[in-house]
């Protein structure tokens, strides 16, 4: 009898993998419910709304209506589970933040799912929590692929007022759901590096402060504790790419509101990868790291974590450029002497606002020796020219197209800010 409960225990544990498994084989899953409709970042309201309807024939999910934008398009709730602990995640508060948005539909997927080595776990998930999506909260910036709502308010900061429309809708699911955790899905500028270093913010986390002096209730303790388990979970994919915002408190701000209003706030970043312009990696790293957390949720496998640990993750700094090109001669007033320079690559929007193109610019010239490029590139003292070999002085903010020709005679194109 006590060898065939062995059995059974041992059977049970194999096919549900453990706080410590589940991030590294839901990471090794992940394609099998990656949503394939996405294959970049930029997408409209209309996109979302196909999707929601094809959704809406799963009997695990309950599809509704939350509200409507300003320019009266559907906001979407979409429900899983009946369990006591209470979840809420949002995404695209800000219209041009969307990788979480598609890995959403992707958690989407792997909750409908059936027939593999996850269906304890989705059981479990529905028996112990109630989670509420809302997987597009401004659908008018989206539309347009910018950040502020129709009405130019950025929503972020429009707790207190509540001038929007898609802010009372947030505000008043905080408030009638009671959610034990909320998850306030962003992106952020690729070019973030995880504190001082070479390695860019791919992912960043941050526990709300619900006041200035940084008080630490219970409440902020969960977010502290879920978000260092969170960081531990993600280092085994991109070791040293995670920092967290400083914790400064923003009155106006719904994160440091929601915590304040008794929901311990998750806020995520999507920040840069290198070569990941679509955030197609980005959005995986949200995939593994929300599911994970849930399973962290249920389990309360988070509750041992510290402060302190949550205190090691690097804070956000700016040490990134798209480009650096170090050592090149530049003359002035007949003078030559040695720079770096930095190069930006900034999208520019289509006017289908569906596709964009890069406007590169050179965003710093100097002693560059304590920055890092995604790209890098040492001109060995070649001359900054035009296509004309005329030697001209850049300046930061000028179009980042040039030549670099070395003193035989070799010259390297640089064209929109890309090295041809």
């Known amino acids: 009898m006590i060898k065939y409960f062995y059995f059974l225990f041992f059977a049970f544990i194999s096919c549900t993998p453990n706080a410590q498994q589940f991030p590294k084989e839901i990471y090794l899953a992940y394609d099998n419910y990656k949503e394939p409709s996405f294959k970049v970042k930029r997408f409209k309201h209309s996109d979302v709304v196909q999707l929601i309807e094809k959704h809406k024939t799963i009997p695990d999910f ?3 209506e ?58 479990e998930l529905a028996e112990k929590a109630t989670i509420n999506f809302i997987p597009m909260l401004n659908p008018d910036g989206a539309e347009k692929w910018q950040r502020r709502t129709a009405q130019e308010i ?15 809708l947030l505000k008043n699911l905080q408030q009638t759901l009671k959610p034990d955790f909320g998850y306030n899905l962003h992106d952020q500028d690729h070019r973030i590096s995880a504190g001082v270093s070479k390695n860019p913010a791919t992912i960043s986390f941050l526990a709300s402060a619900y006041d200035h002096e940084l008080s630490m209730n219970g409440v902020r303790k969960r977010s502290v504790q879920l978000i260092s388990k969170m960081n531990k979970d993600l280092q085994q994919f991109i070791p ?146 035009l296509q004309n070999d005329t030697i001209f002085t850049p300046k930061v903010g000028m179009p980042a197209s040039f030549v670099l020709k070395d003193l035989g005679g070799k010259k390297t194109v640089v064209n929109n800010g890309f090295k041809e």
């Open 154 to 168: 950025d929503m972020n900061r429009d707790a207190l007022r509540l001038v929007c429309p898609e802010s009372r």
């Open 240 to 385: 040293g790419q995670i920092a967290r915002y400083p914790d400064d408190h923003e009155p106006r701000a719904f994160g440091d509101n929601i915590q304040k209003w008794g929901t311990s706030l998750i806020l995520i970043e999507s920040g840069g990868y290198k070569n990941d312009p679509e955030k197609m990696y980005i959005r995986k790293l949200n995939f593994v790291s929300i599911l994970s957390s849930f399973h962290h949720i249920i389990h309360k496998t988070y509750t041992k974590e510290t402060h302190s640990e949550y205190e090691k993750i690097p804070e956000n700094k700016n040490f990134l450029h798209d480009l650096i090109i170090r050592n090149v001669a530049l003359t002035a007033n007949n003078t030559t002497y040695k720079a770096d320079i930095a190069i930006s690559r900034n999208e520019l929007t289509s006017d289908d606002f569906l596709t964009y193109t890069y406007k590169s610019v050179i965003s710093d010239i100097g002693d560059l020796s304590t920055y890092y490029g995604f790209e890098e590139m040492d001109a060995k003292g070649a001359a900054i020219t």
């Open 66 to 123: 939350a509200g409507k934008s300003f320019e009266d398009r559907s906001i979407y709730q979409v429900k899983f589970g009946k369990g006591p602990v209470k979840l809420l995640l949002w995404s695209q508060m800000h219209g041009n933040e969307a990788t979480a948005t598609m890995a959403l539909f992707d958690i989407f997927n792997f909750l409908k799912a059936s027939g593999d080595n996850f269906d304890s776990f989705r059981k």
């Open 62 to 64: 309950i599809i509704t």
